[in-house]
Nanobody, 118 residues
Framework: QVHLVESGGGSVQAGGSLRLSCVASGNTDCIYEMAWYRQAPGKEREFVSY???????SYADSVKGRFSISQDNANNTAWLQMNSLKPEDTAMYYC????????????WGQGTQVTVSS
């Protein structure tokens, strides 16, 4: 079992920045991937970014060039630096883990709210 705790959400004006954190505890040996997803009211949860232990990263097209993911493998912590925020970035942001084997080590955090006003 892996327990994830996100923090760093808040309310900012468009163009502002926030840095989200996700700390994993428990059976963290299974973690190969740490990722961020988001869900806006009335919409489905969508992928934002992932980071593998080997440093491979990926971003949704909507956040490329504005968001940056990083990870401290030793401390099982991931961050999502969000710059040039837009009102459409408003959502609950969730941290998720994944293992080397597909669908393994699949855990979600409770989420942290990000609100961007115009």
């Amino acid at each position: 079992q892996v327990h994830l705790v996100e923090s760093g959400g808040g309310s900012v004006q468009a163009g502002g920045s926030l840095r989200l954190s996700c700390v994993a505890s428990g059976n963290t040996d299974c973690i190969y991937e740490m990722a961020w997803y988001r869900q806006a009211p009335g919409k489905e949860r969508e992928f934002v970014s992932y980071n593998y232990r080997d440093g491979t990263t990926s971003y949704a097209d909507s956040v490329k060039g504005r968001f940056s993911i990083s990870q401290d493998n030793a401390n099982n912590t991931a961050w999502l630096q969000m710059n040039s925020l837009k009102p459409e970035d408003t959502a609950m942001y969730y941290c998720k883990t994944g293992g080397v084997v597909a669908h393994s080590c699949n855990y979600w955090g409770q989420g942290t709210q990000v609100t961007v006003s115009s």
